[in-house]
């Protein structure tokens, strides 16, 4: 049974500083997404990750990919008030009948100046 | 393009009450899906569908019906509503494999409360 697991769970940054989420899955997973969410919002895609050693940036966050070690990290530089959110990372197997994902019970990012 | 919309939005019920919650795509994807996000819980599968006409059982189905009778549509109903339902319900769809898009895009979500 494919479990993901997040840490840390509740994270508070100063601006400027660098960090890095974790997100651990248990068995083999073809693909592992991250997302956010702003409160009372709906997830916003990030980023996709398929393959092993698969690196992925847009702005300040930077995702990696290592399947050996069933491990991905959403690495944040430089952080800003902006980014203030809830990130979640999600596993799962696609093809045949299976489409879902199992989720991360995500982690909460606060910015502070 | 709308994407993916869920009606309603908000909805109160009295427990043994029964609804209907509906997520409709216009991006012709092939698979939708039905998630809950309770606090402190991320989001849990309900119900999915690879196909118009085919459902499959996620992680937490149980309380929960889901039809797919036409492509762009997939339903998920409550028969008698319990206050263990109180939760934020989400729609999402994606295309099939093999396309090289991977994304499952989101609904806006249906905030349920069971009383």
């Known amino acids: 049974e494919l479990k993901v697991e997040q840490n840390p769970l509740f994270l508070s940054m100063q601006e400027g500083k660098n960090y890095t989420i974790y997100c651990n899955y248990s068995?083999?997973?073809?693909?592992l997404y991250w997302y956010r969410q702003d409160p009372g919002k709906s997830l916003e895609s990030l980023f996709v990750?398929?393959?092993?050693?698969a690196v992925k940036q847009e702005g300040r966050l930077m995702a990696s990919l290592d399947t050996k070690a069933r491990l991905s990290t959403l690495h944040i530089t430089a952080a800003v008030h902006d980014l203030s959110a809830t990130y979640f990372c999600?596993?799962?197997?696609?093809?045949?009948?299976?489409?879902?994902?199992?989720f991360g019970k995500g982690t909460k990012l606060s910015v502070k100046p | 393009n709308a994407g993916v919309t869920q009606t309603p939005k908000f909805r109160v019920l009295k427990t043994g009450q029964s609804m209907t919650l509906l997520c409709a795509q216009d991006?012709?994807?092939?698979?939708m899906y039905w998630y809950r996000q309770d606090p402190g819980m991320g989001l849990r599968l309900i119900h999915y569908?690879?196909?118009?006409?085919?459902?499959a059982k996620g992680e937490v189905p149980d309380g929960y019906n889901v039809s797919r009778l036409k492509k762009q549509n997939f339903l998920l109903g409550l028969e008698s509503a319990a206050p263990s339902q109180t939760s934020v319900y989400f729609c999402?769809?994606?295309?099939?494999?093999?396309?090289?898009?991977?994304?499952?895009?989101f609904g806006p979500g249906t905030r349920l409360t069971v009383t």
């Open positions: 999600a596993a799962g197997n696609y093809g045949g009948s299976q489409g879902n994902l199992i």
């Open positions: 999402a769809s994606s295309p099939p494999p093999g396309q090289g898009r991977y994304e499952q895009y």
């Open positions: 569908s690879v196909g118009e006409g085919t459902t």
């Open positions: 991006m012709n994807h092939e698979y």
């Open positions: 990750l398929l393959s092993n050693g």
């Open positions: 068995t083999t997973s073809d693909r």
